[in-house]
């Protein structure tokens, strides 16, 4: 168990292993990490919020894959999507993520 806070806060980091273990399904973790949350000043609507982006992130993973997806194409589809959110925010864009090679698609 870390005390201290790192890089990420522990209360942000006992966040994500709060969604980490209910996509796992491991009912210690689950209880745990949400104890640990709680303890590190986590709401019930922090923890509510840390396991529907969890169950979100693996219900689009699910979906992404069963459809066979190109990631290549995947790829394309979000940075398009960033560079809209930094083009109306007045961000510039940044350098593009090197394409995948094409055993990968």
Same mark, same amino acid.
């Given at each position: =168990? ?8 522990? *209360?942000?980091?006992?966040?994500? #292993? ?7 399904? !491991?009912? %210690? !973790?689950?209880?745990?990490?949400? $104890? =640990?949350? *709680?303890?590190? #000043?986590?709401? @019930?609507? $922090?923890? $509510? ?16 894959? #069963? =459809? @066979? ?9 979000? @940075?398009?999507? !960033?560079? %809209?959110?930094?083009?109306?925010? #007045? ?15």
């Amino acid at each position: =168990m870390q005390i201290d806070d790192g890089v990420l806060p522990n *209360k942000v980091r006992e966040l994500i #292993g709060v969604g980490i273990a209910a996509t796992t399904k !491991c009912a %210690y !973790c689950i209880f745990f990490h949400t $104890e =640990m949350a *709680k303890l590190h #000043g986590a709401t @019930q609507a $922090e923890i $509510e919020s840390a396991v529907h982006y969890a169950k979100s992130s693996a219900g689009w993973s699910t979906h992404l894959n #069963g =459809m @066979q997806l190109v990631r290549g194409q995947f790829r394309a589809e979000v @940075q398009r999507a !960033c560079d %809209y959110v930094r083009a109306s925010q #007045g961000r510039a864009l940044p350098r593009r993520v090197p394409p995948l090679p094409k055993h990968h698609s």
